[in-house]
């Protein structure tokens, strides 16, 4: 494998590969800074190089991994692709459907696969949710609510040249915090077709980008969902979905299933005057609590379906294509403030 980009995310990724030792091997690691790539290779494994395209001509690698900031993912990975490499790539894909696209092109001409790190499907508190949905035992799903509340201070968008820009960055809260939270209501409500939404920086300076964005999407089923990220909620609290039907619903809280309740098949949903706290109840009550081992083990079980997809022994569970629609209700945020009307996503 090489690895491209040895910045904090590029080195969890070293982390999950060390782990899989039995099954890959780190040969090169890629990154402008040679001195970083050296010390990611001393600690994991591979040689240090400063690009991408160093790497390949002096070692061979079946497998990318592109840790690179956002607006470079697409160039490395097409870069990677035209060399019959597989990727896997860091989250979002790019940051425009149209790079996107062209990544989707690149990787149909290459005949290869590519994942994009969506770690949370690969949740235990995801999957039981949305296994559940696929059963049918939330009814109709009416809403869903996406909501990111985070702290970022202005140190962190100072770290680096490449933060808070739009060429790089490609968004601010939504784009790069709320990415997998909104990756994950897609997954559960299905096909966006429209958004309308509200940004703001508030609380930052010196950055491009929103420190808060506010939004509601209309899904092909007619369902509703709301969209709220946020890196300027002092002192930061948790990512949270819930999926809501007429049958049931779901939140998951900080990647555990805080609440599950699903109306059993032959029984009728009562009328309730107030909400209820109970956990768990009917439906997949018995499956439904998060191990929070599986929880921390959410990359290496998304290394390990790539490696599957590549034997043939599992199917991939996300590739561009999953991507792009995120990528499209968060592009489509950003032209509704911009322009103060309602995007169609179709």
Known sequence: MALVGAGVIGTHHGQVISQLADRLELAAVADLDLGRAQRLADEHGGRPFASLTDALADVDVDIVVVCTPTGRHGEVAIEALAAGKHVIVEKPAEITVGRTDEMIEAQQKAGTLVTVISQHRFDRATEVTLAAIDRGELGRLTSGIASIDWWRGQSYYDS??????????GGGAL?????HTVDLLVAAMGRP???FAYTGTLAHERIEVEDVAVG???FDSGALGVLHATTAAYPGLSARLQVHGDRGSAVIDNDELAFFH????????EDKLMGTTQATSGGS?????SNPGQLSDAHRLQYLNFLGALDGTQQ???DLETNRQSIAVITGVYESARTGRPVSLR
């Open 160 to 169: 680096g040249d490449w933060r808070g820009t739009w060429e790089l960055d």
């Open 175 to 179: 784009m790069n915090q709320g990415v």
């Open 193 to 195: 077709v429209e958004v």
């Open 216 to 218: 509601v999407v209309r």
């Open 262 to 269: 699903a109306t059993p098949a032959g029984s009728e949903p």
């Open 285 to 289: 009550a018995a499956t439904a609590s």
């Open 316 to 318: 991939l569970r996300v």
